[in-house]
């Protein structure tokens, strides 16, 4: 299977910034995904990444909170904006290499964000 | 509406004994069933799918699961249990409809006691 590369892998940051996290995989995928799993939760998707196009996203998360970004096949950028303690979760990038209708997701090790 | 309900929160078992975590879902398509594990300060690694065929599906570690169509069930089970398999297990379904949606439950914390 793939390596899903996220980084950072963890931060801390203040209230009202943004932060940018990336998601690179070592071969080209059929899907990109990006999900949020808040503290002691299951994991809730965000929206899907399209290349070359605007994501997609999932009811109650829109695109001026939850940026995204995704040039090419191997690649997607996920940015948090103007954080607040609520947005702090650990933060999953998801692919599906192949036939997407045989194959399943995988995921990164997460970005785990903690907003003071 | 789509759901998947994983009844035991947590599952404490002593090593060597054997172990079953539940999941049942809820849908109105067709699915395919999944379960990943998370390992602390992870992020989830696929453990086994069932997609067609057998429903009795092997995976990873040892683990294996039972689809029962008529239950709409998928339980994950495992024979005898290590120290090392202490993690959080998420049981996740995907909708063969044109959403294709992956839906997970809230997951089964095993903690594996020597």
């Known amino acids: 299977s793939a390596v899903i590369s996220q980084k950072p892998s963890r931060d801390i940051c203040q209230r009202g910034t943004s932060l940018t996290i990336q998601c690179q995989v070592d071969?080209?995928?059929?899907?990109m995904f990006w999900y949020r799993q808040q503290p002691g939760q299951s994991l809730t998707l965000i929206a899907t990444?399209?290349?070359?196009?605007?994501?997609?996203?999932e009811s109650g998360f829109v695109i001026d909170k939850f940026p995204i970004s995704r040039p090419n096949l191997t690649f997607s950028t996920l940015t948090v904006s103007n954080m607040s303690p609520e947005d702090s979760s650990i933060y999953l990038c998801?692919?599906?290499?192949?036939?997407?209708?045989?194959?399943?997701?995988?995921f990164g090790d997460g970005t785990r964000l903690s907003i003071l | 509406a789509q759901s998947v309900t994983q009844l035991d929160s947590q599952v404490p078992v002593f090593e060597e004994a054997p172990v079953e975590l539940r999941c049942n879902y809820s849908?109105?398509?067709?699915?395919?069933l999944f379960w990943y594990v998370q390992y602390p300060n992870q992020g989830l690694q696929l453990l086994l799918k069932?997609?067609?065929?057998?429903?009795l599906v092997k995976g990873i570690n040892g683990f294996e699961a039972e689809f029962n169509k008529s239950q709409t069930s998928f339980h994950l089970r495992k024979p005898s249990v290590h120290i090392s398999d202490t993690a959080e297990y998420f049981c996740a379904v995907r909708l063969r409809d044109n959403t294709d949606k992956l839906i997970f439950g809230t997951g089964t914390r095993l903690q594996v006691f020597p």
């Open positions: 069932y997609l067609s065929g057998s429903t």
């Open positions: 071969s080209q995928v059929t899907m």
């Open positions: 998801s692919v599906v290499i192949g036939d997407w209708g045989h194959q399943p997701q995988h």
């Open positions: 990444a399209n290349q070359g196009s605007e994501a997609t996203y």
């Open positions: 849908s109105s398509v067709s699915v395919y």
